[in-house]
């Protein structure tokens, strides 16, 4: 059973940074494409960054020059780090995987339960 667990969540003031991890567990494919999401209440999911196999990095408008997503050293793990945090980037983050590339769709077909980023002015 693949399994999704994001961490580093939490409060922070608006200018402040954060970062975000995800674990990905019981995933048997051979290839992998993740992304980071976020959902504000009363608003649609949207995808916030994604990483291809490659490396190759994408990224909504909103966060360009200040959110950065990369793999990490262990198998199956994603960071997002957010640097220069802004209230309107408040939101439940998510993370996704999937074997095929969506881009900053929410097509993928596993998702985390999400981390909560709270940014106060």
């Known amino acids: 059973q693949v399994q999704l667990v994001e961490s580093g969540g939490g409060s922070v003031q608006a200018g402040g940074s954060l970062r975000l991890s995800c674990q990905v567990s019981g995933y048997t494919e051979s290839t992998i494409y993740m992304g980071w999401f976020r959902q504000a209440p009363g608003q649609a999911r949207e995808g916030v960054a994604a990483?291809?196999?490659?490396?190759?990095?994408l990224y909504i408008d909103s966060v360009k020059g200040r959110f950065t997503i990369s793999k990490g050293s262990a198998k199956n793990t994603l960071y997002l780090q957010m640097n220069s945090l802004k209230p309107e980037d408040t939101a439940m983050y998510y993370c996704?995987?999937?074997?095929?590339?969506?881009?900053?769709?929410?097509?993928?077909?596993?998702w985390g339960q999400g981390t909560q980023v709270t940014v106060f002015s």
């Open positions: 996704a995987a999937d074997r095929l590339w969506y881009g900053l769709g929410t097509n993928y077909n596993y």
């Open positions: 990483i291809e196999m490659d490396g190759n990095q």
